[in-house]
């Protein structure tokens, strides 16, 4: 052991001696970062000119389970991913100019879970752990609370104003992020009729994946996994034929994508369960899209196939072909479903890889949208217990060893560590020696400090990054239900529209437009019906008239602030 510990610091001594300079040679000198500096002072001296247009478009991308510290290291991974140290790369997100901070505790949780919290950026309240799209006094499990206590999402309010919506996750589309948008349910967990109880289905209880085609009958796009919710017990899948745990669930003997696939059969819609379909698609041809690529969630994006599995980024490009067709706008949700999970299993490697496909997704919304008319906001639901340390050294691998062992225990650990989860280890009695160990494997569960089937949520605040119009209302700390509220009141949807008609955006302009072109239509009229002298005198008479009526209808809007 004291051989093999030699070895490791020879190593690191070796690779510091030999290797490229552990930080560009440019930053040894002061000018570069006074430079650098003053680079960004003059970009923030730019964003005092506040973009106060009213959103067309609005875009929500959810990193579930994205924490700050998952945040730095997945920009680290990014950068080494190019050929870079990695810790000076700029993430999509990180090129937004606002930035905030939500609480994320549940009515009744101090660490949080993704259904509550779902509840509260979607439907703007917060809400108890486990349910979704109902109040607080709605509770977990008990069907007969949820009546009365039903709360519509951003995604209602939107396709209530006329504009096209769509979901795309890397999850099940019934789960907990998705499902908030569209469902009124007391337990996340009812995918299906087979997951919930008798007394549930007796009492008249809906599962989640039969309130997404018959709450909002008419969501443009949904792409994400979750086949098996959708099909009769026992119906073997498509893709996977001859694996039972793949067959569908539902006792009640409905084909879900059948009943949708007739209802669009006249409305341009589409179903489709592969990459290559879903490619093939001419997106000005397609008004509908049901794409249902897993039985359950997507496949890591370290293991998707990708000549038959879609990528998130793909998807997402998709979807804003379709959605942006509609002259009134679009409202989408986009979830890196993913993260989550590959923390929860305590596989950080897999977690990061996703973050960083969710940023591609989110440059590929960029080169496709404007900030003129696009709200777009990124921010994730709760963080997890993960982080990274042990003073590294410029550029060193986000997946690699601390640069010194132990000085408890004398063995080697990995920046990355969790503070709980399956990575917790014991050997003979003691932490395990990870020397022999390959760390850099995709699915290697970083060392924990407790030992979990499954790591947890993480506590603290997490970060929200905004651009577009009224991105700036998101600022300091806010609780996370405060969310769909900036977004409703940026694009005049939902409850706060006054603002949208007297405060001289295009909308404000309208009753103004109108009272000119009637005032405008009369004096004409006026004029033509008279003779040649009241012609001459009349006309004069009728542009003071017009005149000291625009001039009063202004004067009014600005003392009163109504027109």
Request: contains cysteine; glycine residues 8%.
């Amino acid at each position: 052991m004291k051989v093999s510990s030699l070895l490791i610091i020879c190593f690191c001594l070796i690779s510091r001696a030999l290797g490229k300079p552990r930080f560009p040679e440019q930053e040894k000198d002061p000018k570069f970062w006074t430079a650098w500096a003053q680079r960004t002072l003059k970009n923030a001296l730019t964003l005092q000119t506040l973009n106060t247009n009213i959103a067309k478009n609005l875009i929500l991308f959810l990193g579930d389970g994205m924490g700050v510290p998952t945040v730095t290291a997945a920009r680290i991974l990014k950068g080494q991913l190019s050929g870079q140290s990695g810790e000076e790369t700029l993430l999509e997100m990180d090129k937004f100019p606002f930035v905030s901070l939500a609480k994320t505790y549940n009515t009744n949780a101090q660490v949080p879970d993704s259904a509550g919290t779902a509840t509260a950026y979607l439907c703007g309240v917060k809400a108890n752990e486990g349910t979704v799209g109902v109040n607080a006094a709605a509770v977990r499990s008990q069907c007969n609370t949820t009546k009365g206590n039903e709360v519509t999402s951003i995604l209602r309010w939107a396709k209530d104003a006329g504009k096209s919506v769509g979901i795309v996750t890397t999850t099940r589309v019934n789960h907990a992020t998705p499902s908030a948008a569209y469902a009124h349910c007391v337990d996340r967990d009812w995918y299906s009729d087979n997951e919930m109880p008798a007394d549930a289905l007796e009492t008249g209880c809906k599962d989640i994946a039969r309130q997404l085609f018959e709450n909002i009958p008419d969501i443009n796009v949904i792409m994400g996994g979750g086949r098996r919710y959708m099909f009769p017990r026992n119906t073997p899948d498509a893709e996977y034929p001859d694996m039972a745990k793949h067959n569908g669930t539902r006792k009640d003997g409905r084909n879900l994508v059948k009943e949708w696939t007739d209802r669009m059969s006249n409305k341009k819609g589409h179903y489709v369960w592969n990459k290559q379909q879903l490619l093939s698609l001419n997106p000005s041809n397609v008004d509908y899209l049901l794409g249902l690529f897993e039985p359950m969630d997507l496949t890591y994006d370290l293991e998707r196939n990708d000549e038959t599995d879609p990528s998130l980024t793909e998807m997402v490009d998709v979807a804003i072909k379709i959605l942006r067709k509609n002259p009134n706008g679009f409202y989408l949700l986009v979830e890196g479903g993913r993260i989550d999970h590959g923390h929860h299993e305590g596989k950080a490697k897999q977690a990061l890889y996703e973050a960083v496909e969710m940023d591609r997704a989110i440059g590929r919304a960029d080169l496709m949208t404007s900030i003129h008319d696009t709200l777009t906001i990124v921010t994730a639901d709760h963080s997890h217990m993960f982080n990274f340390g042990g003073y590294t050294a410029r550029g060193n691998t986000i997946f690699g060893l601390a640069p010194m062992l132990s000085d408890v225990d004398q063995k080697p650990y990995t920046s990355i560590i969790y503070g709980n989860g399956p990575g917790y280890k014991i050997v003979n009695g003691v932490r395990q020696n990870i020397t022999g160990v390959n760390y850099l494997d995709n699915n290697y569960q970083a060392q924990a400090a407790v030992p979990l089937v499954s790591e947890t949520h993480g506590g603290e605040d997490v970060a929200v990054f905004a651009k577009g119009p009224l991105a700036h209302l998101l600022h300091g700390v806010h609780e996370q239900n405060y969310i769909p509220h900036v977004m409703a009141y940026a694009a005049c949807i939902g409850q706060n529209r006054e603002h949208c008609t007297t405060n001289g955006g295009a909308a404000g302009l309208r009753p103004i437009v109108s009272n000119l072109i009637f005032i405008y239509i009369t004096t004409i009229f006026l004029t033509i019906k008279t003779s040649r002298y009241a012609v001459c005198c009349t006309f004069p008479s009728a542009l003071l008239w017009l005149l000291w009526n625009v001039n009063r209808l202004i004067l009014g809007i600005v003392v009163s602030g109504k027109t």
